[in-house]
């Protein structure tokens, strides 16, 4: 992981990604072949939230996916809900392997082993300003932290 980080009871907020807020879903754009390439995954906050991980429902490689609509079904021990994706485009790769060999691999390292997909963003430039900084997504997981009374942990290997 580059780039500097804040941390706040606990919780880790990288400062190279991009995040949805409501969402709670991070972003990192990296450059590739054929254009920007989004990898996403869940917060130390929303992992923190929904406990360890029991199950995925994963999209294809190849599915279309809409900013805000479903990327992803996940199951915890706290809650069942949708992973609401940050973008829109295309499912270019899931990191299903990943959690078939360790289903809280996001619960342990939510930012580099237990990113979630990577997507090819369709209406990037349209929808790049929908996601916070770093510096605001601090801002609000400070304040969300503070509220909930939240402490991030992560699951022990």
């Not at 606990?10 to 254009?35: F, H, K, S, T």
């Not at 996940?74 to 078939?100: C, H, I, T």
Request: proline residues 6%.
């Amino acid at each position: 992981m580059g780039g500097p980080q804040e941390i706040w009871s606990g919780c880790v907020i990288p400062g190279d990604l991009l995040y949805d807020l409501e969402a709670d879903v991070w972003v990192r754009l990296e450059d590739a072949d054929g254009g920007p390439e989004a990898v996403v995954g869940m917060t130390d906050v929303a992992q923190t939230r929904g406990g360890r991980l029991v199950q995925v429902g994963w999209k294809r490689p190849g599915s279309r996916v809409v900013r805000g609509r479903p990327l992803a079904v996940v199951e915890s021990a706290k809650w069942v809900g949708p992973m609401r994706s940050p973008l829109s485009g295309v499912v270019l790769e899931s990191n299903e392997r990943a959690f078939e060999l360790d289903i809280a691999v996001a619960n342990r390292d939510p930012y580099d082993r237990g990113w979630f997909y990577r997507v090819r963003p369709t209406r990037l430039a349209e929808e790049l300003s929908q996601l916070a900084g770093a510096d605001r997504a601090y801002e609000h997981y400070r304040h969300v932290i503070d509220a909930e009374g939240i402490t991030c942990i992560r699951c022990a290997e």
